[in-house]
């Protein structure tokens, strides 16, 4: 085992800000390492008791959770549902694009989220809460002797099923009982159950599929979306609640000029009696002051506690400390003396000379110090001091014993570790964050259908903005479907318009394309782009023939997109809405949109979307081949990990280097990373302090 010393030099620094973003809680695992329980305690404990009182009498409530930027607002959500999972079932609804939309959102987002596994159990939430429905569980001892399980017999007969539901639940007014009940069969058949979940999420998909459902309509208007919201909270009374945890408000469309809609949302939870909801609304202080003066105050009184995040105290920052540094302690041979060595209690004291701060400014802190001290021992281990008896030598001797010795200071081969700049280690930082939430979004996003028109044609708009774009105007088509589109201005000043819509119903296929025909009719725009991977239907179908019209043999473009377009479309978009929440932090400085879109452009992390190189925004790179033609694998993005964690981290173990570099992509080898490091020492972009060494000794840092 090496010394608590020599395994700071070669580990990540474990406050690096690249690990510890927050978002969904049902796609992001929490670090449980850096909880500490008395943190926020009393909020948790506050919202426990709203929590119960709405399992006791069914009424929903609502709380506002205020926090200052870093002060733990979405990680507290986390926290909520991981303690109260086994008595409440949770969603997580994030920003949206469209105000027009909030309740297919809100809806789409209930779902996404009931369809998670919780934590010790097999079963989705979805049908941990099918099964504990009244309807099953309330049998008389007549039934529980005669039956093997009503349950078991209701689900060989769609219709017993259906007729079971509705006379259970006849005094609650469910909407639209006789398809609602056969969705909710259907969710018990596993071949149904993928197309019962899509057309609960409000999915307008294709006829087949609603033939297969034994159902005539899809969930394609606000009305609809709230009325199958209030069918869960209506049949669920007597089993748990659901927690709406409506967090990073502030990203939603036009906040600052209209915060508005979702208080009026909230309002008619209230007002139509949707039962057994407990809403959670997360927002920053500074755009709540703003914003409070323009929301009605009618919807101002439908909130039940407003729940405001404290500051925490030293002892409580020193305990995050000691559980980041953990971890490190753990593989030294000897146990350092404090738990946050190499940190200090008087590093806190003298920067919070208050007693209080928030835990994003203790990792931060923490951060910082760590790092000057690995450059500190690195810098010390430069110098040999050592005793020798003889001569005195002036100020240089010592006495020792009453014999006179002298201090001999020699150099060693070490080389000095020169710093990158504070730009640099910036972009570099930036470009590892891209990275780790490029991948949380390809595991999250397995196909473009699970997103809305509205979010993607606002994650586009938002890539364009991004890329110094002119004259983006929303909504270019008229009519129902007027939010799949939004048009711009080229280079060469030409009005381009864009529609996107991946609604496999063809019905709905039709509208789109009258409504584009239209705008091609009346010359609106220059250019038009569809954007469409799903069909377009046959030669029988209107919405193809127009579409035949518009787009074969014109100057109009239809664009086939690739999932990996979306995924990155959908990173930046989780970028943007981390940076109007204030949650987006990069070299210790809280990010706003416009440095956001400076770096994205100064990095290039958007000139690999095929999307927008087809759009004619951006330019197509080189391809990757072995000078036979042949495509190769590709280790760029590789390499540029390799010298970006290097450059954040100044100096650091290879091993380590090679490892997180094979964790980050399953496609690396070690045999890649080891010859992608090399390549970096040849561009002189990196360099071996120790090349003499043994393998896991040796240390790689920058090259200024």
Known sequence: MASINEIIKREVNPFDLVNIRVGN???????????????????????????????????SRTLLLIGDSGSGKSYLLGRLKRNFNPKAFFTYIGPWADNEHIWRHILRSTVDSLIKVPEGQTDSQLMLWLKSLSAFTKRSLK????????????????????????????????????IFFGILHDLTNPELYPLACEWLRGDNFSEESMQALKVKFCIDSEDAAKNILANFGKISTETQPIVLCFDQVESTANWESNPQPIFSINTAIHNESLKNFLIVISIVRDPWMRACNKIFQCDKARIEKKITLRSINLDQAESIWAYRLQPLHKQANSKPDTPIYPLTRQLLEETFPRGKTYPRNTIILGREKYQLYKIDIHNRGRINITLEKGKVQGDKTASANNKNVTLKIEKTNIPVISLPSEESITQAEFQLIWQKELVKTQKKIQKISLLSAPDLIGMLQSALSALQINSIKQKLIAGKYNNYSFSYQSSNREKVGIVWTED??????????????KVITNKICHKLFLIRLSSVGNGKLKGYQLYQQIFRGTHNT???PHLSSVHQLATYQNLVNSSLAQELVISGKTINVEELQSLSRESKILQNCVLLQELGVMEKPASVNNGNGRKIKDLREVKNFLSNLVITQHFMGIPTLVNQAISEFDYATEEDVKLLIKLLCQERKVKIINPKGKLQDQLICVVT
């Open 558 to 560: 239809h664009i086939k």
């Open 504 to 517: 496999s119903n063809m019905n709905s296929f039709f509208h789109v394309m009258n409504a584009s025909q």
């Open 143 to 178: 039934q529980r002797i005669l039956d093997d399980s009503i349950w078991k017999i209701l689900l060989n007969n769609r219709q017993n099923f259906i007729k079971h539901l509705k006379d259970t639940y006849q005094q609650e007014s469910i909407y639209n009982p006789e």
């Open 25 to 59: 809680f049902w796609t992001e695992n929490q670090d449980t390492n850096s909880l500490v329980d008395s943190i926020h305690q009393e909020v948790i404990t506050e919202i426990e008791g709203f929590l119960d009182l709405v399992r006791m009498d069914n009424r």
